[in-house]
């Protein structure tokens, strides 16, 4: 038995309302101009597994904001909400927002070649709707929502009222949110913004997230009635050529 299903088991055991993402017949991507080098096929085949199992193929009403976070650092967090948000930018009725909520490393600027000018923190220190904040990165209805201007005491925003406000504007102006923030055992952040959300999905990393680590987070969000969606086990290897693996 793989270490990597051991750890899924656990966290399944531990956690009665998560189940890892089950293998969905992969559909190919519409092509991305000029998005971020080093995205790479795991990170679009996970994505597209996440977002039909999670937001297309739900019997009932799917959940419309979701936090993304690691276990720990490294872990493709940013990657996979970037991922998913234009997976489903395309298959939206509505724009859909992806929100830096990592104060402590935002990384989804660079990520799309924008500026983290305005954003999240400008819009909880400001007046204003809540889309004067937000970028339109690409031609289907996906906006960014960068982290804005920082200081030192940026991430005690994420515990504000201002933010439930915010996040209430977030709903009703797009279909879908995706927040993407800090890892789970090394930040309170994630449990702030999963309070406010519809539930969250763990990104875990193959060879490296410790199954104790996982199991803590799960607690952790168990004890904060943070439903957890799903976890994505990121960054797997595949022993299989990849000129055979496409053909699969």
């Not at 088991?9 to 998560?18: A, S």
């Not at 402590?104 to 799309?112: E, H, K, N, V």
């Given at each position: 038995m793989s270490k990597h299903?051991?750890?899924?088991?656990?966290?399944?055991?531990?956690?009665?309302?998560?189940s890892e993402l089950r293998p969905v017949p992969i559909v190919p991507l519409p092509s991305r101009k000029g998005i971020r080098n080093g995205r790479t096929r795991?990170?679009?085949?996970?994505?597209?597994?996440?977002?039909?199992?999670?937001?297309l193929l739900q019997m009932k009403a799917p959940p419309r904001v979701v936090v993304f976070a690691s276990i720990d650092h490294g872990n493709g967090c940013s990657?996979?909400?970037?991922?998913?948000?234009?997976?489903?930018?395309?298959?939206?009725?509505?724009?859909?927002?992806?929100?830096?909520?990592?104060f402590?490393?935002?990384?989804?600027?660079?990520?799309?070649g924008t500026t983290n000018h305005l954003g999240l923190t400008d819009a909880l220190h400001?007046?204003?709707?809540?889309?004067?904040?937000?970028?339109?990165?690409?031609?289907?209805?996906?906006?960014?929502?960068?982290?804005?201007?920082?200081?030192?005491?940026?991430?005690?925003?994420?515990?504000?009222?201002?933010?439930?406000d915010r996040v209430a504007e977030l709903r009703q102006e797009f279909e879908f949110v995706i927040i993407d923030a800090p890892p789970l055992t090394q930040y309170s952040d994630a449990l702030a913004l999963g309070q406010l959300s519809d539930g969250l999905v763990m990104v875990l990393q193959a060879d490296s997230t410790r199954r104790e680590a996982a199991s803590m987070a799960a607690a952790t969000l168990r004890s904060a009635k943070i439903?957890?969606?799903?976890?994505v086990l990121n960054k797997r290897t595949f022993?299989?050529?990849?000129?055979i693996y496409k053909r699969l």
């Open positions: 299903f051991e750890l899924m088991q656990k966290i399944e055991q531990d956690e009665p309302h998560f795991w990170a679009h085949d996970e994505a597209l597994r996440l977002v039909q199992q999670v937001f990657q996979m909400c970037t991922s998913v948000a234009e997976i489903l930018s395309k298959s939206a009725r509505r724009p859909v927002c992806l929100v830096e909520g990592n402590r490393s935002p990384a989804l600027p660079d990520l799309f400001q007046n204003g709707p809540i889309s004067l904040f937000a970028k339109l990165v690409n031609e289907d209805n996906l906006w960014l929502l960068s982290s804005g201007s920082l200081a030192a005491d940026s991430p005690s925003l994420l515990s504000a009222d201002r933010l439930s439903p957890i969606l799903a976890a022993p299989i050529p990849d000129a």
